[in-house]
């Protein structure tokens, strides 16, 4: 059973920066296939970052790449989400995601983990 806790998450004012983790427990596949979703008040959750060390690749949503950055520490099972100029649309609730069976990776339906998320406020 593959667990995520999220933690990072909290205020910061625009142009700021935060940085979430995700520690997975149980999750020991060699390759992974992890991502960062958010969702805001009244809004779908939407895919922010996804990362697969399978095929060593990273994706990114329009809308946050050259901002943020998704790493995973295999040492650690931890993923990281490292955010950068941090604007007020950014703040959502954002949990991690664990084991995608193929498809698009912004794809929610796809995810067999999830975590409980955590809170980013940005305010202006």
């Known amino acids: 059973q593959v667990q995520l806790v999220e933690s990072g998450g909290g205020s910061a004012q625009a142009g700021g920066s935060l940085r979430l983790s995700c520690a997975a427990s149980?999750?020991?596949?060699?390759?992974?296939?992890m991502a960062w979703f958010r969702q805001a008040p009244g809004k779908e959750r939407e895919g922010v970052a996804g990362?697969?060390?399978?095929?060593?690749?990273?994706y990114y949503a329009d809308s946050v790449k050259g901002r943020f950055t998704i790493s995973l520490d295999n040492a650690k099972n931890t993923l990281y989400l490292q955010m950068n100029s941090l604007k007020p649309e950014d703040t959502a609730m954002y949990s991690c995601?664990?084991?995608?069976?193929?498809?698009?990776?912004?794809?929610?339906?796809?995810?067999?983990?999830w975590g409980q998320g955590t809170q980013v406020t940005v305010s202006s």
């Open positions: 990362i697969w060390t399978g095929g060593g690749m990273t």
């Open positions: 995601a664990a084991l995608r069976r193929g498809g698009s990776w912004y794809n929610t339906a796809l995810y067999n983990y």
């Open positions: 149980g999750y020991t596949a060699s390759s992974k296939s």
